[in-house]
């Protein structure tokens, strides 16, 4: 199966893809899609045509649509804008698309496996009770790693998820949990 995958930053969408692809049991092909966008080009027209065009050429069967809420899950401003994004995108990628809307933002999936987190950069930070509570998620990261042997940064995104445990972070993390099982709903094994 052919997947494409659309971020808002080239970092997360290449995160995101080793963590999902763990937890499929096939083989799939994942695509990045318009790999240059970043976080307010998204909502200019140009690159809703754009991802319709690179949609077409590609023809993947299922779209992963990303987007942070920059915002905790209660903010319904923030919701209600980017379910207006969400559905604009839904016309361009034939009605394919997956939303996965992270909670503040992407980071927040990477304290939904703090084991794995606190291996990586050498640090012990506490379990949260529910990462999708956290604000500022990336801001949060860069702080308690500071001191470490690698502060972090957005380009190590990717690095960081190809650690995690994705089923650790479906335990931890109710956005992740509903993402994947629609995955699952679309015939993604």
């Known amino acids: 199966m052919k997947i494409a995958v659309i971020g808002e930053n080239p970092n ?9 692809a763990k937890l499929c049991e096939e083989e799939h092909e994942f ?10 080009m998204w909502d200019s027209k140009k690159y809703h045509q754009m991802l319709g065009i690179e949609y077409k050429e590609k023809l993947p069967d299922v779209t992963i649509l990303m987007r942070d809420l920059d915002g905790l899950e209660d903010n319904k401003e923030q919701k209600k804008k980017r379910s207006e994004f969400f559905n604009a ?19 927040a999936l990477m304290f939904s496996d703090t084991d794995n987190l606190n291996r990586y950069y050498g640090i012990t930070y506490a379990k949260p009770a ?41 335990q931890n993390c109710r956005y992740f949990d509903d993402f994947i099982r629609k995955l699952r709903n679309k015939g993604v094994k």
Do not use: F
Not at 12 to 20: G, N, R, Y
């Open 31 to 40: 695509m990045p899609l318009l790999g240059g966008i970043r976080g307010g």
């Open 130 to 170: 529910d990462p999708m509570k956290i604000e500022d998620p990336k801001g949060e990261l860069q702080k308690i790693t500071k001191g470490s042997n690698k502060p972090y940064e957005e380009s190590d995104a990717a690095d960081v998820c190809k650690e995690l445990d994705p089923l650790v972070i479906r």
């Open 89 to 107: 995108l839904q016309e361009q990628v034939n009605h394919t698309g997956i939303k996965l809307l992270h909670i503040w933002e992407l980071e």
């Open 12 to 20: 997360d969408t290449s995160a995101i893809i080793p963590l999902i």
